[in-house]
């Protein structure tokens, strides 16, 4: 028996060698971790259960048969974080390049569909040259199976992609279809075409990072939700936003035990609100100011600054916050705040995590260039993301709120549940000044005139009582009071039952 230990313990041993100890010092070298240290540091301690290590690739040519290594480039399984299970798979790239041939595939396969079956989240560690260049079309079908596998759990199950190294063709579209991609700032690099080939096709010249570095995907592109620093942060921040998700769409939000109270009253808010409409201030100090012990975990934070998306919790439970920044273009909508506004909607109604939305919206933005990038198709994907959710949303008005955007943040006629509003709410078509401007055009040249205008318009739409005697408003509330506020309406909400007319699946103007 001991020499059948023994063995076992060998093979063992090889498997976790991967590619060999000479790739293994090559890949510390560039600093990054091998695939077994990033899911030792990703899982609880010891929990990892691994699968498929002895599983070789059955390639013939090109003298594939005489390079053979136990795992073939992918190390899969499940284990825990933070006493949850999450199911996983980790390119190895000391093997081939972390490649994908048809074995390897079945390897993720194999995690995917344990992962849906059981109804808990998935997560890719990529870090890989796509198709195995060696094996052909077995390659791209082993990546159809994967691309497929993604479609059918989205929306399922939480499906995360952390890039932590150069990821070409097939390893790109995997990500692109789960809800989150992270990256590892230099040293993670994702493109359809790497640069030899961009060079070849076009004649531009272009550096990995320029093309597909985490400081394109997550300013640019809007690729990337978010990226850290190495290795090992990126690890850890991912064991933080795993806290916030649910397992699957039956689960229901994780509850985690919390001192925070829920009618903690925050004096400060009621001077958050400069005296001048047209000052700026962070709409993230209210955020962290009415979440449970400030803890926000922000998605997409270089992109599209003017809107703020991320996950939080009330009392415990894990909500989504969504909010106009009026430190970044005034808090304005534009395409890319609207598409990002979307996408982030979209995945808490999925995964029934209620949102609590802050709005201060001078309007969309104007001019040639939002128009001619697809403005109105791009709003048009928060208002249906908004309209078609269907879990608990909650609306606070602090600031401005004009024209179709008042309509598109969470308003009350697309079905928020509960709207309210600070004293210092401004709720109207437009800005007191551009309204005044178009309806006494004939009066603009008198600018006393104009200025008594403007101040009628002021007088008269710049606060939330009109909305609020027309039951647009629930309550104008104490902007001290709104941590309170909100988790009272959240706990009413609990019981919420909605749902839309049967359909295939609507139409999101995509
Ligand atoms: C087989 C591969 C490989 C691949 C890398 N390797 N990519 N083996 N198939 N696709 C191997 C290398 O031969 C090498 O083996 C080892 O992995 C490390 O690669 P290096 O090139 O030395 O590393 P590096 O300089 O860091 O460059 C990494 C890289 C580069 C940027 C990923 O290797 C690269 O460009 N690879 C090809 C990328 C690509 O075009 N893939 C196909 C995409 S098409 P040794 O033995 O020396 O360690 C695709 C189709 C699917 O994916 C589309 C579905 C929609």
């Not at 399984?77 to 798979?89: A, C, D, P, Q």
């Not at 359809?192 to 320029?210: L, Q």
């Amino acid at each position: 028996m001991k020499e059948i230990i023994d063995e076992l313990e060998q093979r063992r041993a090889n498997a976790r060698l991967g590619g060999g100890q000479k790739r293994i010092d090559a890949q510390h070298k560039r600093g990054k971790l091998t695939a077994r240290e990033r899911i030792e540091l990703l899982l609880d301690e010891g929990s990892f259960e691994e699968f498929d290590m002895y599983v070789e690739h059955r390639c013939t040519d090109f003298g594939m048969e005489d390079q053979k290594f136990p795992g073939d480039g992918v190390v899969t399984g499940w284990g825990t974080i933070n006493g949850r299970v999450v199911y996983l798979f980790a390119k190895d790239f000391t093997v081939f390049g972390g490649s994908l041939s048809r074995t390897h595939a079945e390897k993720i396969n194999k995690v995917q569909d344990m992962a849906l079956r059981n109804r808990a989240p998935i997560i890719g560690v990529f870090d890989a040259g796509g198709a195995r260049i060696q094996e052909g079309v077995d390659a791209l079908g082993g990546y159809g199976e994967v691309f497929w596998r993604n479609v059918q759990a989205s929306g399922v199950i939480p499906q995360i992609s952390i890039i932590m190294g150069p990821c070409a063709g097939g390893d790109v579209y995997s990500p692109a279809i789960t809800d989150f991609i992270f990256m590892v700032r230099d040293t993670s690099y994702m493109f359809v075409t790497g640069p030899d080939v961009v060079k070849t096709v076009t004649n531009e010249e272009v550096s990995a990072e320029e093309l597909g570095g985490a400081s394109i995907h997550t300013t640019k592109s809007s690729i990337a939700d978010g990226a850290y620093e190495n290795d090992v942060e990126t690890l850890l921040q991912i064991r933080r936003l795993m806290d916030f998700l649910p397992s699957s769409n039956i689960s229901g939000v994780p509850e985690l035990p919390t001192r925070d109270k829920p009618d903690r009253v925050e004096n400060s808010l009621d001077t958050l609100i400069p005296d001048n409409p047209n000052q700026p201030y962070d709409i993230k100090e209210l955020i962290q100011k009415v979440a449970d012990e400030r803890d926000f975990f922000e998605i997409q934070e270089n992109y599209a600054k003017n809107i703020v998306t991320g996950f939080g919790r009330m009392e415990g439970r894990t909500v989504g916050f969504l909010a106009n920044q009026p430190m970044v273009l005034a808090g304005v909508l534009d395409s890319d705040a609207s598409r990002k506004g979307a996408r982030f909607v979209r995945f808490c109604d999925c995964f029934s995590i209620p949102i609590i939305t802050f709005v201060d919206v001078p309007g969309f933005l104007p001019g040639t260039a939002q128009e001619y990038g697809g403005l109105i198709k791009h709003g048009a994907k928060l208002l249906y993301a908004y309209s078609e959710a269907t879990v608990p949303k909650v609306t606070v008005i602090t600031r401005k709120a004009y024209g179709g955007a008042y309509d598109v943040m969470a308003s009350k006629h697309i079905r928020a549940d509960i709207n309210y509003a600070w004293p210092s709410a401004e709720i109207a078509v437009m800005g007191p000044k551009g309204a005044a401007e178009i309806l006494y055009r004939s009066e603009l040249g008198d600018k006393k005139k104009i200025a008594n205008r403007v101040k009628d318009y002021e007088d008269r739409f710049a606060n939330p009582f009109i909305a609020a005697e027309r039951g647009y408003i629930d309550e104008v509330i104490l902007p001290r009071n709104t941590r309170m506020r909100v988790a009272r309406a959240l706990n009413m909400l609990r019981t919420k039952k909605t749902e839309n007319p049967w359909k295939k699946h609507g139409n999101m103007p995509l």
